[in-house]
């Protein structure tokens, strides 16, 4: 299921990737980020989707810029950054933003 | 390759979506909404991928308010989501938000 559409405003924050050859400890390393931002306070969800060999989609919704901050900037996932930058990551693109309007459907 | 980081403000709009088993007609559609959208004036482009099984995420690029509101209410694409809804998705929701902040990187 979706993460569903909360009461506007809130934050996405849209995480757009290739990955390389070399994925040694990503898998870990992806599960404890997905872990460690449950601690931080305003932290809403996240979304994942992956094509096989292509392009994969992380979304992760905070309630406020605050909560963004204090996500991008914790040791443990700007150490995960790095190594992602160094090792994992062909290419990334991350698109902040501030949700204006959401509706959600779902089959009755 | 994931689209590229564009200069704040512009906006996204976070698609993601959960299929039924009748996707009849689904592919065609999908792909002419995919020629149809980069006809509105102020489109960026689009991200998908697609989790086999499971989530898709759908995020489409647009330059300001205005470009998405020529997309959404386009008569094709109107009918295109009427159908959505009555066969082809599961659930979805839709997060429509305006970017302040985006960067990104391309290994060397």
Known sequence: MPIEAYEPPYYVAVFTTVRTQEQSGYCETNARMEELVKDIPGYLGMDHAQTP???GITVGYFRDAEALTEW?????HRAAQERGRAEWYQSYTLHVAKVERSHGFLRG
């Open 72 to 76: 991008r900037t914790n040791a443990e």
């Open 53 to 55: 060999g292509g392009l």
